[in-house]
């Protein structure tokens, strides 16, 4: 059984109302100090909202984990590999999930006076524990101006997903939570510092200079609520192991799918239509099975998404299932799939569905049409580099 097994198991049991069963296989896991860190504390942070337990657990092991940073032991693992292996980062991300950062704050002064060195090197995971304690003169000793971290944080967009969907660590998730807290931290400073239009300045300058638009709404939804980047990189770690290849005992799920989507894909039209199944039609079959397939199971299919030679031909999520992140889950493993320029057909006509592609930066490249009841329905092309 592999900590990645376990960490699953908790998330079931958890699921499932075995709370005390979670608690202990996330116990074991945090007690591992390896790479499963990152899941494990948001498990652990989703456990505490419904089994006190949890949060006495989480106390208890927090101030074990402070003991030992004042008596010297620094690291988290083995390995120095990232900044959750720091033991004081650790210490500081079990006080926000607890929603304490007073003990952040005194954990801080508490090693300021015994290793001012150390505490120094590591001010910035105190920060925000010592801007909620309104101590602004000791934060702006220690805050930064972010923008220039900007050109480095797109560069990142360019190569790596937001939302994996191969299950690979949430890098540029990550760094993108690392840059709004920054922004955040820096512009509370200010205001706290009587400066409120500079702190406003910063804010619309960092939203503004971000890369795409789905790295600008997940900011914008941070600034809000902070933390929300990892909760959401949680959630869609979860989503994503839903994910599947097509096998043939899904062609009837597939099949309905198909013909409760497509009106919906045309509801906007004026025109009445008549849809043949999609085992019926000898063009739509043939290109369907010539196509790679991925699935959404969840409990049973609620998805699929088809893609051939570049091409986006399907992407369709069960009426039941929409809303959920299902579509978005299904988009982001094909891009992933698929990398270089992705083409698809949308209905003029369907503005929501549009909006969807150019959030994930497709741009209309064209148009076209199709035929449905000997009628000619306008579609745009669009395309993703």
């Known amino acids: 059984m592999t900590p990645d097994d376990d960490v699953g198991k908790a998330i079931l049991a958890e699921r499932e109302g075995r709370y005390d069963e979670a608690l202990s296989l996330l116990l074991g896991l945090f007690a591992l100090e390896d790479d499963t860190h990152f899941i494990t504390m948001f498990a652990w942070s989703q456990l505490i909202e419904h089994h006190t337990p949890a949060r006495t657990a989480m106390v208890r092991e927090r101030d074990a984990q402070a003991t030992r940073l004042l008596d010297g032991d620094l690291n988290f693992g083995k390995e120095d590999r990232c900044r959750s292996n720091d033991r004081f980062g650790v210490v500081v991300k079990m006080n926000e999930t607890l929603k304490d950062s007073r003990a952040t704050y005194d954990l801080f002064l508490k090693l300021l006076a015994l290793q001012p060195e150390m505490a120094n090197r590591r001010a910035w995971g105190a920060l925000p524990g010592i801007v909620e304690a309104q101590d602004y003169v000791l934060a702006e000793r220690y805050v930064r101006d972010p923008l220039p971290e900007l050109p480095e944080l797109n560069s990142l967009a360019q190569k790596l997903p937001l939302m994996p969907a191969d299950g690979s660590a949430p890098r540029l998730a990550v760094e993108l939570a690392n840059f709004i807290r920054a922004v955040s931290l820096c512009a509370a400073v200010w205001r706290g510092l009587g400066r409120g239009a500079q702190a406003d300045a910063l804010q ?116 039941a299932a929409r809303g959920q992140g299902v579509g978005q889950t299904l988009l982001d493993a094909v891009l992933q799939k698929a990398p270089g320029m992705i083409r698809l057909n949308v209905a003029r006509s369907n503005r929501d569905a549009i909006r969807f592609y150019e959030k994930n930066g497709f741009t209309i490249a064209g148009e076209t049409s199709r035929q449905y009841s000997g009628i000619q329905v306008p579609y745009v092309q669009m395309s993703r580099p």
């Open 204 to 319: 619309q300058s960092a939203i503004a200079g971000l890369a795409n638009e789905p790295m600008r709404a997940l900011a914008l939804r941070e600034l809000a609520e902070r933390g929300t980047i990892f909760r959401e990189t949680g959630e869609a770690r979860v989503r994503y192991e839903s994910l599947r290849n097509y096998a043939d005992d899904d062609f009837a799920a597939v099949c309905r799918i198909y013909l409760e989507a497509k009106p919906d894909e045309l509801r906007f039209e004026s025109a009445a239509f008549d849809f043949t199944p999609l085992e019926q039609d000898a063009v739509l079959l043939a290109a369907f099975q010539q196509s790679e397939v991925i699935v959404y199971d969840a409990n049973g299919v609620q998805g699929f998404a088809a893609v051939f030679g570049g091409q986006l031909r399907a992407l369709f999520v069960q009426r």
